[in-house]
């Protein structure tokens, strides 16, 4: 009997597919073993999906903040600039994604949307994954088992900054779907002004590498203050 279509091709995928789901889970309880230090006050601002954890003392009107990879979820972006009166600068490659981000934002002046891949150097990128609306999401990492294969612009932090004339980004929250373990040591968050840094680590590379990359923060002055999902930290610059 011949299998019905994709049935030969489900049944391949779908060991990886179990494999990559116990990385995320040993992945997660490595991290969710790491401690964060007290601060107070913090508030979270968004939805329960794209929202993030800031300190509420801190931010003010005169920050610039960097939102990359912002996929459809705006609402973190949109309560950044409505409780502080902020300018935010949202990147992601999906320019669908910026189509939807402007037609919620109705032209306020203090967000703009950007179609760049931010990368540790510029240049072409490939990336991985799906566009659509619901579940669009694109990783130059090998996040995803499925999906296609696009090619977007890349760009740095500091070339970002250089083209859009500003000389610092006090908030930068920093998705990129696992190439955090390249973008993150290649910034001078410091030199750049950051005092808000709020990142994901990916299953894309061992725990130890995350953690790793979180020792070399909190040395260069940045604490974990906050920790979600488990995965997902807000580091505050001492």
């Known amino acids: 009997m011949r299998p019905f279509p994709g049935t030969a091709r489900s049944s391949l995928l779908r060991p990886r597919k179990i494999s990559n789901a116990v990385r995320r889970r040993v992945f997660e309880r490595r991290l969710a073993h790491i401690p964060v230090d007290a601060y107070e006050p913090l508030i979270h601002l968004g939805s329960d999906y794209g929202g993030w954890v800031v300190p509420d003392d801190l931010i003010d009107a005169g920050w610039t903040c960097y939102s990359v990879g912002v996929g459809h979820d705006i609402s973190f972006d949109l309560e950044l600039i409505a409780r502080y009166g902020v300018r935010v600068r949202a990147f992601d490659p999906f320019e669908l994604f910026g189509e939807m981000a402007?037609?919620?934002?109705?032209?306020?002046?203090?967000f703009s949307f950007h179609p760049y891949a931010v990368a540790h150097r510029d240049g072409p990128l490939e990336?991985?994954?799906?566009?659509?609306?619901?579940?669009?999401?694109?990783?130059?990492?090998?996040?995803?088992?499925?999906?296609?294969?696009?090619?977007?612009?890349?760009?740095?932090?500091?070339?970002?900054?250089?083209?859009?004339?500003?000389?610092?980004?006090?908030?930068?929250?920093?998705?990129?779907?696992?190439?955090?373990?390249?973008?993150?040591?290649?910034?001078?968050?410091?030199?750049?002004?950051?005092?808000?840094?709020?990142?994901?680590?990916?299953?894309?590379?061992?725990?130890?590498l995350a953690r790793a990359v979180i020792g070399q923060l909190e040395r260069e002055g940045y604490r974990a203050v906050h920790r979600k999902d488990p995965t997902s930290f807000t580091f505050v610059r001492t």
Not at 102 to 110: E, F, M, V
Not at 143 to 165: E, H, K, N, Y
């Open 127 to 208: 990336m991985f994954g799906r566009q659509d609306h619901e579940r669009g999401a694109v990783s130059a990492a090998g996040l995803f088992d499925t999906g296609s294969a696009f090619t977007r612009p890349g760009r740095t932090i500091p070339s970002l900054m250089r083209v859009l004339g500003d000389r610092h980004v006090e908030l930068l929250k920093l998705d990129v779907e696992g190439s955090e373990y390249d973008v993150i040591p290649s910034l001078d968050l410091r030199a750049l002004g950051v005092r808000v840094f709020l990142t994901e680590f990916h299953h894309t590379s061992p725990a130890g």
């Open 102 to 110: 402007l037609s919620q934002t109705a032209g306020d002046p203090r």
